[in-house]
């Protein structure tokens, strides 16, 4: 039962620390509904059960200081700046309800000015484009309901870190589906992030007829413990499906062809084909490939002491360009 009406505010930007605060408060939700608002700074943020490399353009993370996180709600990937608005609705599952949580972004879109659609069981339109994606998460008799609220995102940005490389990639688990999106402050150009936070506080008072609370306290070691399993690399890539890779280019030292399988994040085959003069050189690639790590620096340690600076640099931008 619901006694109590909380709210959360997040001043951090960074996503491994919000999506540790949101485990946090998920634990805490005792007889209460919270209701968490939050921001990312430059960041993909990818469902439980997606391959990061068919979903994003990973290439670009590093050069463009992009982060990359993974939630624990399933769902499709989503890009995160300071101008989108992040909820989250957390509380036990007997007092979980989607369609009166939903009537709180409805309400607070309202308030801002924006007629709005629900669209299936994951998205809300508004001038028939979509603004907020939502996923959902349950454990241990708690749940919570999640998404976004688009304001004033770069959605350039969007669309060039969401579209996967053009490398023949094969790959298990769940894919996002393309739809056409749209910032709130495009149907409201006075709209703000402040101004769309301060709606959904009201809307969340006025829909649960109750005052909500503000939390100023978090258990802040155990939000640490869970940043560092967030930004683990091997939880954001090493639980993806297996998958398998194919790539190839042209070199000053000949054709070469690069086929990988991958599991859990790990080259557990390789197959070079090259038309090279070294006839060492297949043997080499595969050798030093297999059991190593599928990131653009382990591969490139490998192959740097067993093939030597050029073709190992070659290999690097090769997979870089189309995969990594």
């Known amino acids: 039962m619901i006694k109590d009406l909380k709210i959360c505010i997040s001043d951090s930007l960074d996503p491994y620390k919000n999506l540790a605060i949101e485990k946090c408060l998920l634990e805490s ?58 909820f989250t609705f957390l509380c036990q ?31 809300i339109l508004a001038d028939g484009r979509k603004f907020s994606g939502n996923a959902f998460y349950n454990s241990k008799g708690k749940s919570y309901h999640h998404g976004t609220l688009l304001i ?3 959605l350039d940005k969007a669309s ?9 990639l094969e790959a298990k688990g769940v894919k996002s589906v393309s739809s056409r999106i ?6 409201v150009p006075t709209l703000t992030v ?57 070199f000053t030292w000949g054709h070469a062809e690069l086929n990988l399988n991958v599991t859990g994040a790990v080259i557990d085959s390789a197959k070079f084909y090259t038309d090279s003069m070294d ?5 080499r690639v595969e050798e030093a490939l297999t059991n190593t790590r599928f990131d653009i620096k382990s591969i490139e340690k490998s192959l740097f002491s067993s093939v030597g600076a050029l073709i190992a640099a070659d290999i690097k931008a090769l997979l870089q360009k189309q995969v990594l």
């Not at 989607?98 to 669209?119: D, F, H, P």
């Not at 006839?279 to 043997?283: G, L, P, Q, V």
Request: charged share 25%; hydrophobic share 35%.
């Open 279 to 283: 006839h060492e050189i297949s043997k």
């Open 194 to 250: 402040k101004m769309m936070q301060e709606y959904m506080i009201s809307s969340f008072s006025e829909i649960y007829s109750m005052t909500p609370t503000l939390i100023k306290s978090i258990d802040y070691k155990a939000v640490e413990a869970y940043n560092e399993e967030f930004e683990n690399w091997d939880f954001i890539y090493g639980k993806s499906a297996p998958f398998t890779v194919s790539c190839e280019g042209y």
């Open 160 to 168: 060039r870190y969401l579209t996967p490389s053009k490398a023949k």
């Open 152 to 154: 004033s995102a770069d």
């Open 29 to 86: 939700a005792d007889n209460c509904l919270i209701l968490y608002l939050w921001q990312n700074e430059n960041t993909v943020v990818i469902g439980r059960n997606q391959n990061p490399w068919s979903e994003c353009n990973t290439s670009l993370f590093e050069k463009e200081n992009v982060k990359l996180a993974r939630r624990l709600s399933g769902g499709g990937a989503v890009f995160h700046d300071k101008g989108n608005l992040n």
């Open 93 to 123: 599952s007997e007092d979980y309800n989607l369609s009166r949580q939903l009537e709180v972004i409805k309400k607070a879109c309202e308030m801002a000015g924006v007629n709005t659609v629900l669209s299936g069981r994951n998205d």
């Open 182 to 187: 749209v910032n709130l402050s495009e149907l």
